[in-house]
């Protein structure tokens, strides 16, 4: 298995599923992990997890959306585990569920949904991304899904806001093109995790990827330079990787 | 002089007094004309300590008010403070009632965060060494819950964590911002970079600029801790290898280099602490300029600006600030101290050509939108 020792990261949302897992398969190859999420016991939870198995990893308790939280988080996560090498953004919220139609979502939804998949994003990455230039190296992760492409109905605030993220991933990679960093968007499919069961309730579980597994095909794709060119759009499945 | 007192709307918006000792020349110039200012093949070493939030306001065990001004972090969950008495940001520190006497032992509590004084320093009854009563993850969650960045009283507005930070912040190492950094946006330092200037960084901790103590300000800035990358020290070698110039972006960036090197004897990677204090009487051998905040004589900070140029030429610099409205302090206008600086841009013209061009003549800099566009998806499919 591929080592990440002497790796500082971070992974929003890491108190459960895709974010979860992700910190899991960071530790198990000796990254020194933080993980951010809003509520301490899920997180602490997570964090317990990875030291039970050897480990290192650190909780944050914070909202990405929380404008005065981005330097707070760099701040802390810098202090535990050192310069990051590798941001994961992964947090990210439906809104309310049942998903509703656009004539029946509210504006604060759209505008939560918008804070949190894509200003929380933009800003903790421009905390963490300048560092990383000064040194040359670094990778950032922003999480979507196909809903930002596919016009389904009722994932209007969370769809409009994943395509969001995708540009500002574009635009990134563009301007971070020639300083080392790296920046690619991961489309995990759909996995077997809360955030599914609170959008699709009656989905048939098996059908569904297990979390651990994609978690694992992301971090293979962190830590090879050469998985997917700068600014792609990655979709990750359990069992293999379509770049595009 | 009068100090900034708000923050700039763009951070690489403020100007920049350019003093040349070789050719004993002064001009003015913004920061953005930074990239012509310097050549191919020189060095700016940047400090990448982000500015952790270092006031801390609370009570001892008698209610008495007091501020914790953190000063060095001098073990995992100690940390030697200044303290101050009661009072707020917006009073001048020299204006402030005396803190409590604390002795070893006594506990003071910052809102969540408890603490007990686990030494007092021979140098003054307000710098004590204070234990937290929490660590690892919960101490610097609770530093970053109660604390505040440290502020100034000449400021208009209490200043948020982001204004304190630079663009290139990594470890929270810092107390206060150093603030030489502050202007640099990333616009500046590609264009350094296109323009052949290398960068590397070093951390510093740097630590209080004053506490408005007379004995206490005296003895700083005390010891400060810093740590150089290897690949600083190999730019730092293969720039003066190559006859470029090493541009220290701070004199936090100047202590930890020259620091090292009377520390260690040659400049290696590593960590240490430094209290090297620079002054005319300094020959700096690792750093050949420095960009630093504009300062006032009588300051502790001009005093240091002696170990980079010679008194007659620091009076007409300071004479062109005052005449041309530089502003001062944290938030203020920068210096750029480098020896050539004045015949990097155009060697071809004399130096008050060169200035007036550096002043007035700046064609638009940059590729137009279209090729922007173009590189940027070129950058994405040969990545």
Known sequence: MMTMQNTAALVTGGSAGLGRALGEALAARGARVVLVARHAPGLDEAVRAIRSRGGEAHAIVADVADKHATYAIAGQAAALVGPLDVLINNASTLGPVPLRLLLDTDCEDVERALAVNVVGPFRLTKAVAGSMVLRGSGVIVNITSDAAGEPYERWGAYGASKAALEQLGRIWAAELGQTGVRLFTVDPGEMDTRMHADAIPDADRAALADPARVAERIVALIGDPRSAPNGARVIVRADEDVAA | ?383
């Open chain 2, 1 to 383: 002089m009068t100090p900034a007192c708000t923050y700039p709307e763009r951070r690489d918006g403020v100007r920049l007094l350019v003093v040349d000792p070789a050719a004993a020349a002064v001009d003015s110039a913004r920061v953005s004309d930074l990239p012509d200012l310097l050549t191919p093949g020189d060095l700016l070493v940047v400090n990448d300590a982000a500015t952790l939030p270092a006031s801390l306001h609370g009570h001892d065990a008698q209610g008495n008010a007091v501020e914790a001004r953190l000063l060095a972090r001098i073990g995992d969950n100690v940390f030697r403070v200044v303290l101050f008495g009661a009072g707020d940001w917006r009073q001048r520190t020299e204006d402030r009632p005396p803190p409590p006497e604390l002795a070893v032992g006594d506990g003071l509590r910052f809102g969540t965060l408890a603490a007990h004084v686990v030494a007092v320093a021979p140098v003054s009854a307000r710098v004590v060494d204070l234990a937290f009563d929490a660590d690892g993850a919960a101490l610097w969650a609770a530093l970053y819950r109660e604390a505040r960045p440290i502020q100034y009283s000449y400021l208009a507005h209490e200043l948020p964590l982001w204004a304190v930070q630079t663009v290139y912040a990594a470890r929270p190492w810092a107390f206060e911002m150093p603030s030489a950094g502050r202007p640099l946006s990333w616009e500046i330092l590609l264009a350094l970079r296109r323009r052949g200037v290398g960068w590397a960084s070093v951390t510093h901790a740097a630590g209080l600029s004053a506490t408005g103590d007379t004995a206490l300000d005296a003895a700083l800035p005390m010891a400060e801790r810093f740590e150089i990358p290897q690949a600083t020290v190999d730019a730092v070698a293969a720039a003066h290898n190559r006859g470029g110039r090493v541009i220290a972006a701070g004199t936090t960036v100047v202590r930890a280099l020259e620091g090292a090197l009377e520390l260690w004897g040659e400049l290696h990677a590593g960590t240490g602490e430094t209290t090297l204090r620079l002054g005319p009487g300094y020959r700096p051998r690792v750093v050949d300029g420095v960009l630093t905040g504009v300062h006032a004589p009588g300051e502790s900070h001009f005093a240091l600006l002696g170990a980079f140029a010679a008194p007659p030429l620091l009076d007409a610099a300071v004479a062109r600030a005052e005449r041309d409205g530089y502003r001062t302090h944290e938030l203020g206008d920068v210096m750029l101290i480098v020896p050539g600086a004045l015949r990097a841009a155009w060697p071809a013209n004399s130096r008050m050509n060169v200035a007036s061009r550096i002043l007035v003549d700046r064609a638009p800099r940059g590729r137009s939108a279209a090729e922007r566009r173009s590189n940027s998806s070129a950058a994405v499919l040969h990545a």
